[in-house]
C-alpha cells in the first residue's frame, strides 16, 4: 500500500474520510492517488531506507555481506 503526504485538506469522495494538511493518506488505488496528485492534494512519499532493524533476514547489507 502505497502512501502519500497530503498537501491541501480534502474530503475523500470515495471514502467520506476528511483528510488534514500534511496527514498521511494510504491507498492502494494507484490510479485514485494520481487523480489527487494532479489536483495538488498529495504529494508522494519516498520509501523508508532500509535499515538493520526493518531489512529482511538474509539479506545483503551495503558491504554485501549477509546478516
Do not use: W
Request: hydrophobic share 25%; charged share 40%.
Amino acid at each position: 500500500m502505497a502512501k502519500y503526504k497530503v498537501l491541501k485538506a480534502f474530503i475523500d469522495k470515495n471514502t467520506k474520510k476528511e483528510y488534514g494538511i500534511d496527514s498521511d493518506y494510504s491507498t492502494t488505488s494507484e490510479k485514485r492517488a494520481n487523480e489527487l496528485i494532479e489536483m495538488g492534494f498529495l504529494e508522494a512519499l519516498k520509501p523508508e531506507p532500509k535499515t538493520a532493524e526493518n531489512k529482511p533476514k538474509g539479506e545483503k547489507d551495503e558491504s554485501g555481506q549477509a546478516e
